[in-house]
Every structure is written in structure tokens, then in C-alpha cells.
């Protein structure tokens, strides 16, 4: 079993900064893709980007690339997400998600974080 706990949200200026973080606990998310996504009021939750378990490839979806880059620290257990640049309709709950190597969908999910961006 893996808990995650998202943290660094908050309320940001358009073109501000944000790092959110996902720590994990009860296991190590060294065999794990991990991803972020995104929830905005009255929508879908929504990819934002993913890295593999040792971080060799990233992938963002085409709204966020160029402003955000998710990193990881397995000596840490934890996940980061750097969001520049920061745009109102960026606004949403972070969800960060962990997805073993042989899930074909994510098998842990934190319980988000918020992000207002305001303009």
C-alpha cells in the first residue's frame, strides 16, 4: 500500500510560481511512474505530466510544456511538480498519482492539493 500527500498549493498572481510536492509513505516509488493531474470545477480531471520510475522520460500534456517540469527524488520518496509562468485557467485541485510497472491504470492517488491562479 502507498499513501501520498500532495503539499505546496496555494494562491498565486498569473505568471507566478508554485512547486507542488508529492511525498509518498509505506512504499518506495522507486519501481513507479508517477503523475500529476488536475481537476477544475465543473470538469474532468485531466492529465498534466507523468515521469518514469527512474526518470529518464517525461511527458506533459501540450497546455503545461514549456512552463511545467515534474522531477523526482527516489532517496526522498518524493514527487515534484515546478509550475511557471502560471495562467488563471491553471487553476484546479493537484492530484498526484503512482502507477506500478505492471498496472495499466494508476493504482495509488493523493487527495489533492489546491492551486488558485489569479488575474
Known amino acids: 500500500q502507498v499513501q501520498l500527500v500532495e503539499s505546496g498549493g496555494g494562491l498565486v498572481q498569473a505568471g507566478g510560481s508554485l512547486r507542488l510536492s508529492c511525498a509518498a509513505s509505506?512504499?518506495?516509488?522507486?519501481?513507479?511512474?508517477m503523475g500529476w493531474f488536475r481537476q477544475a470545477p465543473g470538469k474532468e480531471r485531466q492529465f498534466v505530466a507523468r515521469?518514469?520510475?527512474?526518470?529518464?522520460?517525461?511527458t506533459y500534456t501540450d497546455s503545461v510544456k514549456g512552463r511545467f517540469t515534474i522531477f523526482r527524488d527516489n532517496a526522498k520518496n518524493t514527487v515534484y511538480l515546478q509550475m511557471n509562468s502560471l495562467k488563471p485557467e491553471d487553476t484546479a485541485v493537484y492530484y498526484c498519482a503512482a502507477k506500478s510497472m505492471v498496472a495499466t491504470s494508476y493504482d495509488y492517488w493523493g487527495q489533492g492539493t489546491q492551486v488558485t491562479v489569479s488575474s
Open positions: 515521469i518514469t520510475w527512474n526518470g529518464d522520460i517525461t
Open positions: 509505506g512504499r518506495t516509488l522507486r519501481s513507479y511512474t
